[in-house]
DNA sequence: GACCTGCTGCGGTTTG
């Protein structure tokens, strides 16, 4: 048995006794920083707590050996609730907590969609201990017990939320609100929230997130441990596509696959083959699609040489028994295997640590890409970064987004911020009005019913629907009541309508989001494919499909059809990297690496001579400068903004009248007459900021969410702006613009 | 040409 924790550490010792015992057979030698912070404001529980720490610095335990000391000194029937984003995570929770709770008779229950029934019946006859739930099965617990919660959760004592970054901004994340506020109501006392995370950029924000009415203090703890040292290094290729005539051809043999692959993929999958070869790391190459294809090439290469294969797959879209012959292959020891994957292996499932990260392309963002390296460095060891950019070859009229290196330089950018800490802050005022109809209905199946005026107290009124004034409500329920969702009794209690009562009856209500929806490509009556639709549409809006440029004709909302023409004339533009939205902070990174001189020490010589050829551009184009450059029909315009502010600045040039588009690095506004354009910026800078939802009136996509096609027009207009625009942003970049008087070149 | 996550109750069959 090794010594106690010896530095006589306040925290050990208040917990229990049976815990410190398990503490010392555990072989640990002290507690860790995370844990020493937490133990006593756990401990304390009049407080919600906020743990940043990394990965693998004690952060369920920070939680659960103060939380396990509160269940062992209370009463016989008290429990602690941990809520979870993934089902992997709880079965994997559920075996390190076994072990201490196992001898400390106290009982742990794993509760999703896998788990037996007669095992969630027992915990309902008994409900003491840890129960580990899902968001969804948490949902369905409420909804079929609400008459019953007081019984059941009488004794709670805390709320654990795992990996509280996956839940902020998105419309989960509001479920889960809803859902802790709930039991909160139904319990009429409040229960310590607990959350849990690595890569936390805004930690007031999180707390904000946490507990939006604010009425308990929050207890921010950020480990002070020493984070590991980080390697780095970005390399620069250059590819040159092949002339294909017809890409269909190529979807055929072996060797018709290899001939598909453009140089520069070749380049690329032949470096991580070398580099990668005899140990463990993960890849990310960003898409489904670049996963199959890097994993058959680096498949291939071991095949060749008659090795063992080392190279595996692992997506959403592969069977379950494929991930997990990939995930056994990470965990075995002795024999090196790599994965190439997507962001399945971000986070969660616990595959041991690997020795390095490859990121092809540039990451969805910055926390994504920390989160990512966060799963590389063995004990002690440095955890290693490589990025991949591949530029185009240039020719005499390439865009200026491949001229001006843009995936090369947003590379660059997402390092530099990440190697600072820096992560994009979330935005935690979209509306998700998509839940609050989920929510509405729940709660009716909760209570048996409810009145509009009590509705609207729990959801809007105290609850995390801050943003929803009564008029806004009163329209949304007369819309739902139109749709045979609601009904109100001449008492005026809701109840659901016939509809509605069939969403509710269907196990899918529970998840607060949907399976993503396509819409099919059609140019004459022929179908050309099929894609997801995350930009705003409307007539005349170009796309990129099949490696050719269409322009909209037309959209059917309800059919999920996109009818197209063939754009006319010029080069098409390269969207490489993807139409992901980037935040404000990384295109200023971006714009500030463009100004600048001195070669950047972590990149490859490649990549430093490309940079050092966009930055020439740069300065001789006087983008430094002037954000505005007149061409022949056009002026296009670099806000250097995020794509909020960008989204809003093109539909604020249509509503003045211009055919206008958001390209990403810039906006493209179609015109004979640059004059024209600077005047309309001047008369839009001393207007008043627009009308967001009038703004959007032309957009005709505005369902992003799963229940959105059961709002009012207005307020479906409402909550698209809340979520794409930034009205504020746009205005002040203008309001800028225009005071510095300059006319454009 | 993003990516990912999640799901009840019941009836039938098989197994201990």
């Not at 005539?245 to 043999?253: I, N, R």
């Not at 494919?529 to 930009?535: F, I, M, R, V």
Request: overall charge neutral; some cysteine.
């Amino acid at each position: 048995m090794s010594a106690s924790p010896s530095k006589a550490s306040d925290s050990f010792s208040l917990l229990d006794e049976r815990i410190q015992r398990w503490i010392w057979q555990s072989g640990w030698s002290e507690l860790k920083d995370a844990q020493e912070q937490a133990i006593p404001a756990i401990l304390a529980g009049d407080t919600d707590v906020v743990i940043a720490a990394a990965t693998a610095s004690g952060k369920t335990e920070a939680a659960f050996l103060p939380i396990l000391t509160r269940l062992l000194s209370t009463e016989a029937s008290s429990c602690v609730m941990y809520i979870s984003p993934l089902k992997a995570l709880i079965n994997d929770q559920w075996w390190r907590l076994e072990g201490l709770c196992e001898s400390l008779e106290i009982p742990v229950t794993p509760w999703h969609g896998d788990i037996a029934g007669t095992k969630k019946r027992n915990f309902k006859k008994s409900p003491t201990g840890c129960l580990l739930i899902t968001p969804e099965s948490l949902e369905a617990l409420l909804m079929a017990n609400g008459h019953a919660l007081q019984g059941l959760f009488g004794g709670l004592r805390y709320l654990v939320v795992d990996e509280l970054h996956a839940f902020i901004g998105t419309e989960r994340g509001k479920q889960l609100q809803s859902l802790m506020h709930r039991i909160d109501r139904a319990l009429k006392r409040f229960t310590p929230r607990i959350a849990l995370s690595a890569t936390l950029g805004d930690m007031d924000k999180a707390a904000a997130f946490l507990r939006p009415n604010a009425a308990v203090p929050a207890t921010v703890i950020k480990s002070n441990d020493a984070g590991q040292a980080l390697k780095v290094l970005v390399k620069g290729f250059i590819d040159y596509p092949l002339a294909l005539a017809d890409p269909e051809a190529w979807v055929g043999d072996d060797a018709d696959f290899e001939k598909s692959l453009s140089q520069g993929t070749r380049a690329i999958s032949e470096h991580l083959f070398k580099t990668l070869r005899g140990s463990n790391n993960l890849v990310f190459p960003n898409s489904r699609g670049n996963v199959e294809k890097y994993a058959a090439l680096l498949r291939g290469y071991c095949e060749d040489l008659g090795l063992p294969n080392e190279f595996w797959p692992h997506h959403g879209s592969l069977a379950k028994d494929v991930r997990e012959e990939t995930e056994a292959a990470l965990k075995a020891k002795g024999r090196p295997a790599t994965a190439v994957c997507t962001t399945t292996l971000e986070m969660g499932i616990d595959i041991g640590s690997v020795k390095s990260i490859a990121q092809i392309g540039c990451a969805p963002s910055v926390a994504s890409l920390r989160q990512r390296l966060g799963r590389s460095g063995r004990r002690g060891e440095a955890a290693i970064l490589r990025c991949y950019a591949l530029e185009a070859a240039l020719a005499p009229h390439s865009p200026l987004s491949d001229v001006l290196r843009e995936n090369l330089v947003q590379s660059t950018a997402q390092v530099r911020l990440s190697l600072r800490s820096w992560y994009e802050p979330p935005n935690i005022g979209g509306l998700h009005l998509s839940t609050l109809i989920q929510q509405l209905l729940a709660l009716i199946a909760q209570y048996g019913g409810i009145n509009a005026a009590d509705a609207w107290a729990v959801l809007c009124g105290s609850g995390v629907f801050l943003g929803v004034p009564k008029q806004d409500f009163i329209l949304l329920l007369r819309e739902l009541a139109k749709k045979d969702i609601l009904i109100q009794t001449p008492t005026g209690l809701l109840l659901h309508g016939r509809v509605g009562e069939q969403l509710v009856n269907h196990y899918s209500f529970y998840a607060a989001f949907a399976a993503e929806e396509e819409f099919r490509l059609v140019h004459g009556g022929k179908t050309l494919g099929a894609l997801p639709l995350s930009q705003p549409v409307e007539k005349g809006t170009h796309l990129i499909f099949a490696g050719k440029r269409w322009q909209v004709l037309s959209l059917d909302i309800e059919k999920k059809v996109i009818a197209v023409m063939p754009a006319l004339g010029g080069k098409l533009p390269k969207f490489d990297g993807g139409n992901l939205p980037v935040d404000d902070g990384v295109r200023e990174e971006m714009r500030q690496i463009l100004s600048e001189t001195l070669p950047i020490p972590f990149l490859d010589s490649t990549a430093n001579q490309l940079l050092q050829e966009a930055r020439a551009t740069f300065q001789s184009m006087g983008l430094d400068s002037l954000p505005l450059l007149a061409q022949t029909h056009c002026v296009q315009l670099f806000p250097w903004r995020g794509d909020r502010v960008m989204n809003t600045l093109a539909l604020m040039l249509k509503q003045a009248g211009f055919q206008a588009e958001n390209t990403g690095l810039s906006i493209i506004i179609k015109t004979d007459n640059p004059e024209k354009v600077f005047e309309a910026l001047h008369g839009l800078a001393v207007s008043p900021p627009p009308d967001p939802t009038a703004l959007v009136a032309e957009v005709m996509n505005k369902r992003l969410e799963k229940w959105d096609a059961l709002l009012p027009a207005e307020l479906l207009a409402k909550n698209y702006s809340s979520h794409t625009l930034d009205v504020a942003g746009a205005h002040e970049f203008i309001k800028r613009l225009a005071a510095r008087r300059h006319s454009p070149r």
